[in-house]
């Protein structure tokens, strides 16, 4: 398992950030969030996070990068039928959530792709490769 949420030691923890000029008025309500769940996985040269966003209209969705924290953020609707019926078990989270992460290593942020499909979002994150080396003159 990736552990990339731990950082000296202590337990996993959530950054959050705020920022008025990217994060539409939807999202700002005083409600209380729900906290994203979300896999993270590395390969040589990507990061891929994978969240479950069943009934979520990608348009409801805002994912953004700030230096090495990764944030998505968005609303569930839940549907218009059920203002109306007596409410037996609810399991499933409706409105904002958000969640923000500090990724492992830097990434290229023009080298970005995210995809929803069948229910499953998957951001693929291209790593930024800082192999070079140079030499540096001394001077005396």
């Known amino acids: 398992m990736l552990n990339i949420f731990k950082k000296n030691g202590e337990e ?12 539409p008025d939807w999202l700002e309500d005083d409600l209380p969030e729900g906290q994203l769940l979300l896999d993270v996985y590395q390969t040589v040269d990507k990061i891929i996070v994978k969240s479950t966003m069943a009934g979520v209209n990608p348009e409801n969705l805002f994912i953004s990068l700030n230096n090495d924290m990764l944030t998505i953020k968005g609303k569930r609707d839940h549907d218009k039928f059920l203002d109306d019926s007596e409410v ?34 998957t951001v693929y994150l291209e790593k930024m490769y800082k192999n070079h080396q140079i030499k540096v003159k001394i001077k005396s």
């Open 88 to 121: 037996l078990m609810q399991e499933c989270y409706f409105g904002s959530f958000s969640r923000t992460i500090i990724l492992p290593e830097e990434v290229d942020a023009k080298k970005i792709e995210a995809v929803l499909e069948n229910g499953v979002l």
């Open 12 to 23: 996993p923890y959530k950054v959050e950030t705020h920022d008025d000029n990217f994060v």
